[in-house]
């Protein structure tokens, strides 16, 4: 049995985290100051401790007697980075740094950081390589891509085990339904659900590598554990199939109105995750047909 720290786990992944980890039989702490998180979501069995990971002596002594550190915990909102830059900032590069700060003096083991696949940015090719140069369209992708780096140096300078896991898209029970970074699915079923046509930015063409929330729980239980990893590399954890957003409406049936594309998204995103399966023998087990089928069934949304 290990202790470990979850930071952001009252929020969509990191309480699916921590459910999965008391499962497996191991003591949770949850970190999260309820900012886009809900209290309801931490599992009974998890200690909580409301704070902010912007202040390190607020988080600090709750480092003490824990073995590892999901840094699960964000403001990943890509709308709210670009409206309020030093706000996003300072949840997402300095409180990063903070949860790295912590875990090092307190002699964690090792830190599984939440990167991002915004990181790529627009790329000249597909599938999305870990070994290519980023190139982060907007602040959020930017503040994502700084924690990588932080955590590449915290193994480097301090000799604290860190491994960035990069999302693609997570979808699931309790993902996020406001805000705009949402996932398209999420609008859909808002609009869906009150009667509305669906909405698509652009043509529709668009594409999308999206993650169902146990693959992604499944890549961080690996990414703690696995002796492979913990040199600060950066994995894709992804599908490594993507889908269209017009096919993705299709799901939901219905009609559709069209508006512009959004500025600083990528067209298109599909995960290579050769190496994610070489380092961890992690391979995602849902198929995105079945989960979102499951999913809509759940939204009392009878899938198309
Ligand atoms: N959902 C996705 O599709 C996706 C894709 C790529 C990466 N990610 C990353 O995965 C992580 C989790 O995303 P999510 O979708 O579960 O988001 P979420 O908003 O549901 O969860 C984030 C949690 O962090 C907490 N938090 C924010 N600022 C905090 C602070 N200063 N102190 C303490 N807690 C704070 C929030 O209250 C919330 O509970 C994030 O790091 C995000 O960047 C998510």
């Known amino acids: 049995m290990a202790t470990y720290l979850v930071t952001g786990g009252a929020g969509f992944i990191g309480s699916h985290l921590a459910k999965r980890l008391i499962a497996d039989g191991h003591r949770v702490r949850i970190i999260d100051n309820l900012s886009t998180g809900r209290r309801e979501r931490v599992p009974e069995a998890a200690e909580f401790i409301q704070a902010d990971f912007t202040k390190l002596h607020e988080i600090k002594p709750h480092f003490a007697g824990v073995d590892g ?166 994995l894709n954890v992804g599908s490594g199939e993507r889908h269209s957003i017009n096919k993705i409406a299709g799901f939901f049936g219905g009609p559709v109105t069209r508006q512009d594309a959004r500025k600083g998204e990528a067209r298109d995103s599909l995960a290579d995750i050769s190496l994610t399966k070489e380092l961890l023998g992690w391979e995602p087990r849902i198929r995105f047909d079945e989960g979102l089928r499951s999913l809509l069934k759940e939204w009392g949304i009878e899938p198309m």
Do not use: W
């Open 69 to 234: 550190v999901f840094h699960v915990g964000a403001l990943p909102r890509i709308p709210f980075s670009i409206e309020h830059p030093i706000e996003a900032a300072q949840a997402n590069i300095f409180g990063t740094l903070n949860v790295l700060v912590a875990a090092r003096d307190a002699g964690v083991k090792r830190v599984v950081y939440s990167a991002s696949s915004s990181a790529y940015g627009a790329q000249p090719e597909l599938p999305l390589r870990p070994d290519m140069p980023v190139n982060p369209l907007n602040p959020y992708a930017l503040h994502k891509q700084v924690g990588e780096v932080f955590c590449r140096h915290f193994s480097f300078f301090y000799g604290l085990e860190t491994v960035s896991l990069r999302y693609f898209n997570v979808y699931g029970s309790g993902m996020a339904d406001e805000g705009a970074y949402v996932t398209v699915i999420s609008v859909f079923k808002n609009q869906k659900l009150a009667g509305q046509p669906l909405t698509i930015h652009g043509d529709g063409g668009q594409t999308r590598d999206l993650t169902h929330v146990s693959d992604v729980v499944d890549a961080n239980v690996r990414a703690m554990t696995s002796p492979n990893v913990g040199k600060g590399e950066v």
